[in-house]
């Protein structure tokens, strides 16, 4: 890493010893230097479909005298026990800022990192800082943030037109992003999907019932049709998979 060579460089080997001991820093400070703040991809899930995915984590900092580098790098499972990294495509600083946010940049990419689903679910962010006069902060859990599996959602509503009040049959199916092939997959059965209408002329959707999905990851009701408008599904998502919704599917009643 390189603060331990900054380090070396302006402290010689008793100071480097001396910083550098601790085989494992749960939260770890060197003098003034102190991690304020991560946020990762904004505070909200990263969603991660079948092509590589860049997401962003803030890293706030602050020191006295500057900050010479700010670093992290992302990882799923114990801190020592990792079973996948992903680095930063570049550290933060130098900067005489006593207080800086650093804007870190880390690529996921299905089927390599994360390599299968397995990966889907929390993740952790480890992070350090190091001021210009050596002092340092690291974090071996400074955040968590959940990785999500994409999600494709699909609708059809047969027959169309439909007459007043006969049986209409709204289909549909959900597929996850599946990491290893780099593919979609059916979902698993039992994930519930609402299925939604919005009446012409209106903005807001209610659900009309929930329907488990299938083994094949489809899904299928029926409703009486009374009033022109868009039937959609609604998938809430899970811990390893993403809410989606399908598109509208507009049904003109005659």
Request: net charge negative; proline share 4%; aromatic share 8%.
């Amino acid at each position: 890493m390189r603060f331990y060579s900054a380090v070396a460089t302006a402290c010689g080997v008793v100071a480097l010893s001396a910083l550098t001991v601790p085989a494992a820093h749960a939260d770890e400070k060197f003098g003034d230097t102190e991690i304020t703040g991560v946020v990762v991809n904004g505070g909200d899930p990263v969603v991660v479909g079948t092509t590589e995915r860049t997401v962003t984590v803030e890293v706030t900092a602050t020191d006295p005298s500057g900050l010479s580098e700010i670093n992290a790098t992302l990882y799923h499972g114990a801190y020592g026990a990792q079973d996948a990294t992903v680095p930063s495509a570049a550290a933060c600083g130098p900067t005489a800022d006593a207080t800086t946010t650093c804007t870190l940049t880390f690529v996921l990419k299905p089927g390599t990192t994360p390599a299968n689903d397995s990966l889907a679910g929390t993740w952790s962010v480890s992070a350090y800082a190091v001021s210009a006069d050596i002092d340092a902060h690291f974090l071996d859990s400074a955040a968590t943030f959940a990785v999500q599996r994409d999600t494709r959602v699909t609708a059809d509503a047969t027959p169309e037109p439909v007459r007043w009040g006969k049986v209409l049959t709204v289909t549909g199916g959900v597929q996850n992003a599946a990491w290893a092939t780099g593919t979609y997959a059916a979902a698993e059965a039992g994930r519930p999907v609402a299925l939604q209408f919005r009446k012409k002329g209106c903005t807001e959707y209610t659900t009309v019932k929930t329907v488990p999905t299938a083994a094949d990851g489809t899904v299928s009701t029926t409703v009486r049709a009374y009033n022109d408008g868009d039937y959609r599904w609604s998938y809430a998502g899970t811990a390893t998979t993403a809410a989606a919704l399908s598109e509208a599917d507009y049904v003109d009643v005659v």
